[in-house]
């Protein structure tokens, strides 16, 4: 079982919906991360909290969201998306530092229509 | 700016063969580091291996065993005896924040491995 605990699994939504995706962990990892993966590509960072900061982010639309309430929980806020956001969102954790791995979540597979 | 090419886009093997899947990089830095992750059907990434680049020690565990040659700026990844079970998109990445603000992870391309029975 994976340490990251990610909700939903599926989503399935309109371009006009709002939605969140949950990303929860347990293992006292200071820095938490969203990727956005399409079909046969690698995953593709878009987010990076460090500290319950927000750290980086890749230049990624307004209609997606972060937040960080605290250092468990990440949530990624959806607004008016388009039919191309369709994809595996995951999430992951790590210690911070450059030599730690990141633990990924199973991801929620986003289904825009 | 780092590059990962993982060259090979998808492998076929039967079931009992090694395989090797092979992983190059580029990176200006002196220290850095490399990682490879597992990602089964089901969407999650595993987390396998890190090697650090002042560290070319090569590893074995169990059927895995990695090769680093940073002559070669290569760190290749060999399954010996390959089971159905090791069918998966296989990513290598490397990472050079080495500071408390997060590490940003350039992925591979990936390369898919079916074993079959």
């Known amino acids: 079982d994976t340490e990251v605990t990610q909700t939903p699994k599926h989503l399935v939504m309109g371009m006009t919906n709002k939605k969140s995706l949950k990303c929860e962990q347990h293992?006292?990892?200071?820095?938490m991360y969203w990727y956005k993966q399409k079909a046969k590509k690698p995953p593709e960072l878009m987010f990076v909290?460090?500290?319950?900061?927000l750290s980086i982010n890749e230049s990624v639309p307004s209609r997606f969201s972060p937040e960080c309430p605290n250092s468990s929980l990440l949530n990624l806020h959806l607004h008016a998306l388009q039919p191309e956001d369709s994809a595996l969102y995951l999430c992951?954790?790590?210690w911070g530092q450059g030599n730690q791995p990141q633990h990924f979540g199973d991801g929620t597979r986003l289904s825009i229509l | 700016a780092q590059k990962v090419t993982q060259a090979q886009t998808e492998i076929s093997v039967v079931e009992k063969e090694d395989v090797t899947l092979d992983c190059v990089y580029e990176t200006r830095d002196t220290t850095y580091y490399l990682f490879w992750y597992k990602q089964p059907p089901s969407g999650e990434l595993v987390f396998l291996i890190r090697r650090n680049s002042f560290d070319e020690q090569n590893e074995i565990s169990g059927r895995y065993s990695w090769n680093f040659q940073k002559s070669t700026s290569s760190f290749n990844f060999t399954i010996t005896a390959s089971q159905v079970v090791d069918s998966a998109v296989y990513f290598c990445a490397l990472s050079e924040i080495d500071n408390n603000a997060g590490n940003m992870l350039t992925f591979g391309g990936g390369t898919r491995l079916m074993v079959k029975p």
């Open positions: 992951a954790s790590s």
């Open positions: 293992m006292g990892h200071r820095a």
């Open positions: 909290y460090s500290y319950e900061k």
